[in-house]
Nanobody, 117 residues
């Protein structure tokens, strides 16, 4: 089993920055791949960014160079630095972990990000 604990998020004005973090606890085999997804009100959940233990990274098209995903602390922690935030980035951001992308087995509780215009 893997437990994912998210932190960060909050309220920011458009153009501002936020960072969300996720710490994984468990066998690293089960979180070789980790990712951030988000779900905006009334919309389906979508991938934001993913990173593997080998350092392979995927970003959603809408990121457009504004977000950076990193992995650290012996691969147990991922962070998503979000810059130039837009109101459309308002969503609950979820951390996910799995053996490989995009087959994620474990999910965090989610952390709210609100971008005001």
């Amino acid at each position: 089993q893997v437990q994912l604990v998210e932190s960060g998020g909050g309220l920011v004005q458009a153009g501002g920055s936020l960072r969300v973090s996720c710490v994984a606890d468990g066998s690293i085999y089960y979180f070789n791949a980790m990712a951030w997804y988000r779900r905006a009100p009334g919309k389906q959940r979508e991938l934001v960014a993913a990173i593997t233990a080998a350092g392979n990274i995927i970003y959603a098209d809408f990121v457009q160079g504004r977000f950076t995903i990193t992995r650290e602390n012996r691969q147990t922690t991922i962070r998503l630095q979000m810059n130039s935030l837009k109101p459309d980035d308002t969503a609950v951001y979820y951390c996910a972990a799995g053996v490989k992308h995009p087959e994620y087995t474990f999910w965090g509780q989610g952390t709210q990000v609100i971008v005001s215009s």
